[in-house]
């Protein structure tokens, strides 16, 4: 039973020989007991609605195709549909930032990537929200190496090709990306850091163009995952040289790791993982964390990330944190090395 400041006068109440004044007490008492067990209800009751999952990034790209499949196992395991909402804008501020002052009930969620929750605050100094502050990890949920891949007709058939290539001829050749700052300039400006390669970034307006633009041989290569360019490498209309990841991928068992090829430090995915906002109720994000954890250990929904050449991300809490913070680390230093901002 919770009673209020006032208690005390509300037991001499109880006490006073006036019937008037101990009907109140009691039914002061009563009210007092069914709004705290509705309280309890309420919170063993969530989610007895649906809930929003934003997702900060334009639809049928990457990151909205992971969330849909992330949203529909996740609904499936609270028995209550999750709904992906996309609100893009700013590299994905506009989308996060509008969780971010959201009701902090459950009910809004954000799907967050590399890049609204490790890159975007190294890179931009006005940013409205501060991911750390502003926001509580559910979990981090897939992962996408990425690849070298280049155009058809280039001429190197392989990374130690390309290298020399690319010595011979400093400034000469192109690699595309989804925009400045995103994850896929940084992976590319991480692999020109580790070889001390000169190539020259070509920013364009999302993944879409600059897959077109290699495609067309408008640009020479990019530094992608394997979700957005395994059509076309399926087709032959571009070749994988590399892989940034500490392993082969399943769906490229030919094409070497670039720590196979001499090449260390050259470790780069897109991720993404899910947030509330910091100040939903404990209990929320408990009964939230655990479904998480019963998502991404589904071997359904490994299996269909699997056909989209993702990876499951399962870590724990303290694992996940480790993971970011060492993102953050990796970014910073190339941000720095490469001279980008944003604002």
């Known amino acids: 039973m919770i009673f209020h400041a006032s208690r005390l006068g509300i037991l001499k109440s109880c006490r006073s020989p ?78 996060t930032d509008t969780v971010a002052r959201s009701t902090p009930d459950g009910y809004t969620m954000v799907f967050g990537t590399a890049s609204t929750i490790a890159i975007n605050q190294i890179l931009i100094k006005k940013i409205p929200y501060d991911f750390f502050r502003d926001f509580s990890l559910v979990g981090l949920v897939a992962i996408a190496p990425h690849v070298l891949a280049v155009r058809e007709n280039f001429p190197a058939k392989t990374v130690d090709e390309f290298v020399l290539l690319a010595k011979r001829f400093p400034g000469k050749y192109t690699f595309a990306s989804s925009g400045k700052g995103t994850i896929v300039q940084m992976a590319g400006e991480l692999f020109k850091s580790e070889t001390g390669l000169d190539l020259l970034h070509v920013p364009y ?31 032959g209309k571009i070749r994988a040289l590399g892989v940034a990841n500490n392993k082969r991928l399943a769906l490229l068992p030919d094409t070497p790791t670039y720590a196979e090829l001499g090449i260390a430090n050259v470790i780069s995915s897109s991720w993404w993982g899910v947030a509330v906002p910091a100040k939903t109720p404990l209990h929320i994000q408990t009964r939230l964390k655990a479904a998480n954890t019963q998502v991404i250990t589904d071997p359904e929904y490994a299996s269909r990330l699997a056909q989209m050449a993702i990876e499951v991300l399962a870590l724990s809490p303290s694992e996940s944190s480790a993971f970011i913070k060492t993102e953050e680390k990796k970014w910073k230093r190339i941000a720095v090395s490469a001279n980008i901002q944003l604002d």
Do not use: W
């Open 205 to 235: 307006r999302g993944g879409g163009a600059a897959s077109l633009a290699l495609l067309s041989g408008e640009v020479d290569m990019t530094f992608n995952d394997l979700t957005t360019l395994k059509a076309n490498l399926s087709n």
């Open 18 to 95: 006036n019937l008037l004044a101990k009907v109140s007490c009691l039914l002061i008492i009563v009210l007092s007991m069914f709004s705290h067990s509705s309280a309890v209800f309420a919170a063993d009751d969530y989610p007895n609605r649906p809930i929003q999952l934003v997702v900060p990034f334009p639809a049928g790209g990457p990151t909205d195709v992971v969330a849909r499949l992330y949203a529909q196992q996740l609904g499936l395991i609270l028995g209550q549909p999750v709904i992906t909402i996309n609100r893009d804008g700013a590299g994905g501020i506009i989308g």
